[in-house]
């Protein structure tokens, strides 16, 4: 039953590593949810006329929060499909466990001369 001690072991490793990846994607999203910039950050143009970089500001700055939103959402989601992987592993090596357990044998006895 050694091998199969080892997969178990090898399976709940792998859920950890699957975990560490949820949380280590948590600052990185918050960072990102916090990442605003106003239009005034986009602004590229001669302060006598302000018109015409006011506009390219605001379009500049309405491309980048929908592209924020998009990094924001994927990293969510990524931090809810790493944890449900962790957690399946881990069901995975429990059920491997238990169903091992409830049917190992005694070869001795079953070939006993």
């Known amino acids: 039953m050694t091998e199969f001690?080892?997969?178990?072991?090898?399976?709940?490793?792998?859920?950890?590593?699957?975990?560490?990846k949820a949380d280590d994607a948590?600052?990185?999203?918050?960072a990102v949810q916090s990442a605003y910039l106003s239009p005034t950050a986009f602004f590229v143009g001669d302060l006598m006329t302000l018109v015409p970089g006011s506009i390219n500001?605001?379009?500049e700055a309405e491309q980048y929060e929908e592209f924020r939103a998009y990094i924001e959402r994927l990293l969510r989601e990524a931090i809810i499909e790493f944890d449900q992987i962790g957690q399946a592993l881990?069901?995975?090596?429990?059920?491997?466990?238990?169903?091992?357990?409830?049917?190992?044998?005694?070869?001795n006895q079953a070939f006993h001369a």
Not at 26 to 30: D, G, V
Not at 96 to 104: G, I, P, V
């Open 5 to 20: 001690r080892s997969v178990f072991e090898w399976i709940r490793d792998e859920a950890q590593k699957w975990q560490k």
């Open 57 to 59: 500001a605001d379009l």
């Open 26 to 30: 948590e600052p990185i999203l918050r």
């Open 90 to 107: 881990r069901k995975i090596a429990d059920e491997y466990e238990r169903t091992d357990s409830a049917n190992s044998i005694d070869v």
